[in-house]
């Protein structure tokens, strides 16, 4: 202990408080998406940030503008990022957390090209994942995903002979998670009208498609598989 009589002698500074939030989250705080073999578990942003509101107050989000005084920050290699960080109530400010800005496959967008979306987009991600790096808020989501994921996908709950069963399945015919599904019809949807009409024709044929609803019948990595092969630029 330091000697408060003594005024000559250097008080200590009392250490960083951050929060613990790492048993906050409960299963009324996660949505889910998609069903079948895989389903992806998500906490909104705005109930992260609702979270943080309650159990860590006076702690704010912030984003770091760059030295050009944009908030979107330019990698060496000319793709984008932002940088976030928590200031606390008794101004603390926490180290740096960067948080490369993507687009729906997850692939780095240029600097020049990054629209206000997409800005918006990564700040309630950037939010999202350095709660879960600062407080360990909803680490749970991520403790098996790369950081710039905001969900994992985790299999349901079957008896060891379905787990079994799957295993056994020549590795072409194995499900595929919901995300990926996702992904897939995003690719597919963003083609122009014409590209996607013939398209969708030729997966059909590949795989004898019959039913009205093509998505429904795209579930193995061998559709995913080619699907990347063979979808055009758009």
Not at 136 to 152: M, T, V, Y
Request: glycine share 4%; hydrophobic share 35%.
């Amino acid at each position: 202990m330091p000697d408060t009589t003594n005024p000559s002698q250097p008080q200590s500074l009392s250490p960083l408080l951050i929060p613990n939030l790492s048993d906050v989250i409960t299963t009324d705080d996660v949505s889910q998406k998609g069903n079948g073999n895989y389903k992806a578990d998500y906490v909104n942003w705005c109930r992260v940030a609702h979270l943080l509101h309650v159990h860590a107050s006076g702690w704010q989000f912030n984003v770091q503008p760059s030295p050009t005084g944009s908030h979107v920050w330019e990698a060496p290699n000319g793709t984008a990022y932002v940088v976030g960080f928590f200031t606390g109530p008794n101004g603390e400010r926490t180290p740096d957390f960067p948080q490369s800005v993507m687009d729906n496959r997850n692939s780095p967008i240029a600097f020049a090209k990054v629209s206000a979306r997409d800005f918006t987009d990564t700040h309630r991600r950037c939010l999202c994942t350095a709660a879960a790096a600062t407080f360990s808020l909803a680490w749970q989501l991520w403790a098996r995903e790369d950081i710039e994921n905001p969900h994992r996908e985790t299999k349901p709950k079957a008896d060891p002979a379905t787990a079994t069963s799957v295993q056994a399945l020549p590795p072409e015919e194995r499900p595929i998670s919901e995300d990926d599904r996702e992904t897939i019809k995003l690719m597919i949807g963003s083609l122009p009208p014409a590209k996607k009409s013939k398209f969708i024709e030729e997966l059909r044929k590949q795989f004898n498609i019959t039913g009205p609803k093509v998505f429904t019948a795209i579930q193995a990595i061998k559709h995913q598989d080619w699907i990347k092969a063979n979808i055009p630029v758009a």
